[in-house]
């Protein structure tokens, strides 16, 4: 079958792209000009050029395509213009499914989020756990609420999409790196001091892409399917990576609100500098403050999904890391 991908050159969409291919799929990626396709250079995948932000671009390249996997997202924690955000991961996604809906696609498989979902204090979240856009904190939480709507909005007119929602991604091949990829690669490298009390859903990234495939085989259309991992706390993973990278894992547990200060420093400071990264933003401190674990039960049962320890995902990401960036231990 030949099916239409976006974000192939990313993190998790090169690694769906490998996943498609394994199938005996064919693959027609959407990149935008100037894009940086080395996760793609080795794979026989036609690149075709367009944008989500121009609708015309898109019937072309949807052309002969009996499926389509929407991955691409402007995924960071930190944008000074989150406007930008949105009309990429909301109005992109809107464009898009009307344009599968037009072509009359037999499937479609949307890429969301855990960040979509609701928390449990102290407990496991899952696909029905109660959440409302109040509940967002920050623009891309916001803006992958409101392109999930979207997506649920296109199911009730017809469109057969199935979405998901992978829990935090590590492994091989986050050359931005993302978010969580920085987190692995600066550990690794004995940089972060100190941490906070909080935690995440680790999951292989390649146990992602099989978690698409496997949602687009057996998946229920108008369902939302957790790809997740192990539940780990900031401490156990950080230690997990100093053993790993023959670091020593950070012993210091910082209060959040000393961190304050820090967060309102950073992000002035990354203002005035374009390209800068803040070290820590106010965001983060809010998400710090709940533990962001889930549960993948409705996956493995429905689709039979089985993903792998989370060692092992941390084992691959510090070894691309090392290999990538010539990372020395700490």
């Known amino acids: 079958m030949k099916v239409f991908l976006t974000g192939g050159s990313g993190f998790v969409g090169s690694a769906l792209a490998r996943r498609l291919l394994a199938r005996g799929h064919a693959v027609q990626a959407l990149v935008r000009p100037g894009s ?3 996760n793609l250079a080795d794979l026989p995948v036609t690149l ?13 390249a949807l052309a ?5 996997f929407h991955v691409a997202a402007d995924y960071r924690l930190w944008v000074p213009d989150k406007e930008a955000m949105f009309r990429a991961n909301v109005e992109g996604t809107r464009v898009l499914m009307q344009a599968a809906l037009a072509a009359g696609v037999e499937r479609v498989v949307y890429t969301s989020s855990v960040a979509t979902l609701g928390h449990v204090p102290g407990g496991v979240a899952d696909e029905e756990t109660p959440v409302t856009f109040d509940d967002m904190i920050g623009p891309y939480k916001q803006s992958k609420f409101l392109a999930e709507d979207e997506v649920r909005r296109f199911a ?4 057969p999409v199935v979405i998901v929602n992978p829990s935090t991604p590590v492994g091989p091949r986050d050359i931005k790196p993302t978010p969580t990829g920085r987190l692995v690669r600066d550990a690794a490298c004995g940089r972060i001091p100190a941490y ?3 935690g995440l859903n680790i999951v292989h990234v390649d146990d992602v892409a099989e978690g698409h495939c496997l949602a687009f085989e057996r998946g229920r259309v108008g369902e939302r399917y957790i790809v997740g991992g192990e539940n780990l706390t900031l401490r156990e993973i950080l230690v997990a990576i100093a ?3 023959g670091g020593r894992p950070p012993r210091l547990r ?7 200060p820090v967060a309102y420093a950073s992000e002035w400071y990354a ?3 374009p390209g800068a990264l803040p070290l820590v933003t106010r965001d983060e401190l809010r998400m710090a403050g709940h533990t962001m674990f889930f549960c993948s039960d409705k996956a493995r049962r429905e689709l039979g999904y089985t993903p792998r320890p989370a060692s092992e995902a941390l084992a691959d990401a510090v070894a691309w890391f090392r290999k990538a960036t010539g990372a020395q231990a700490a």
Do not use: F, M, N, Q
Request: hydrophobic share 45%; net charge positive; charged share 20%.
């Open 64 to 68: 002969g395509c009996a499926a389509v």
């Open 271 to 273: 203002r005035l500098a």
């Open 36 to 38: 940086d396709t080395r």
């Open 156 to 159: 009730a007119r017809g469109l």
């Open 196 to 198: 906070v009390d909080t």
């Open 254 to 260: 910082l209060p959040r609100h000393l961190l304050w």
């Open 48 to 60: 075709v050029t367009g944008d989500l932000r121009e609708p015309a671009s898109l019937a072309p």
């Open 243 to 245: 053993g790993l990278s």
